[in-house]
């Protein structure tokens, strides 16, 4: 009699996801990042408080699917928390300096866990409490918006996406916020998310709409944010499944 019982291979563990702790506590601001959908591709974003005033954070937009990415996406995540506390942690330092620095390592780093090029666009910041300045750099990312009372600004590229040649330099400029300035970054897959229009034209939600409902949206909840731009790249796209990540991520200065 043959056994109603059959021997199979064991399912492999779950690969580890890099998953972003909790956001630090900000005085007189906050931080939040949204991801609408199911995670499919690498958009990785984490903020740690790395000195007794300097907050860091950022978003990565690596490219290919999820699956395929984990070797990059964990030496991504350790880069950014161990070595990005050990260069912000002193009082005294230069954050432009301290900021390429964690660029070249990130690039590097990247490179080696990827065995060869792949492209990695990156916005990275650093907040110091005390000044309310924050010394930043975008590798190639989608430009940050940053909205204030005179209106909003693009915070456009310094520099190469990280992952592509191996002594790419980037700038890390500074730029003061304002009490209720709000830095808003959206990742590729929300700028490039489609819907097919009244004349079967293919339309990209584009990053104008990403600043028009910046524009109007008046608030300066961080998650509140997140969640009104990811409801209306929802709503513009028709296809049911999304094919790349879209994730925002707000800084918020409310006091």
Do not use: W
């Not at 949204?34 to 591709?41: D, K, L």
């Not at 590097?108 to 090029?117: Q, S």
């Not at 949206?217 to 009104?228: E, F, I, W």
């Amino acid at each position: 009699m043959r056994s109603l019982f059959h021997s199979r291979t064991p399912d492999p563990p779950p690969a580890l996801e890099p998953v972003p702790s909790e956001f630090p506590s900000i005085e007189g601001a906050e931080i939040a990042a949204t991801t609408y959908g199911a995670r499919v591709a690498g958009d990785f974003y984490d903020s740690l408080r790395v000195s007794p005033e300097r907050i860091l954070f950022g978003l990565l937009d690596v490219a290919g699917r999820r699956e395929n990415n984990q070797p990059i996406l964990l030496a991504a995540t350790k880069v950014f928390r161990t070595l990005g506390a050990e260069l912000f942690a002193r009082a005294d330092i230069n954050e432009s300096e301290a900021m390429v620095t964690l660029c070249l390592q990130l690039n590097r780093h990247l490179m080696e866990a990827a065995a060869g090029v792949h492209s990695c666009p990156a916005f990275i910041g650093c907040y110091h409490e005390r000044f309310g300045t924050l010394c930043y750099t975008n590798a190639g990312h989608t430009p940050g918006l940053l909205r204030d009372s005179t209106g909003i600004v693009e915070l456009t590229s310094t520099g190469l996406p990280l992952g592509l040649f191996s002594h790419a330099t980037c700038d890390a400029p500074t730029v003061a916020l304002d009490k209720g300035a709000v830095l808003l970054l959206v990742s590729r897959g929300v700028v490039e998310g489609r819907c097919k229009g009244d004349e079967a034209e293919d339309l990209e939600f584009g990053l104008g709409r990403v600043k028009e409902r910046l524009q109007v949206n008046p608030s300066v909840n961080a998650q509140a944010l997140c969640g009104s731009i990811l409801n209306a790249v929802g709503e513009f796209i028709c296809e049911p499944l999304v094919p790349d990540d879209m994730t925002a991520l707000c800084f918020a200065r409310n006091a």
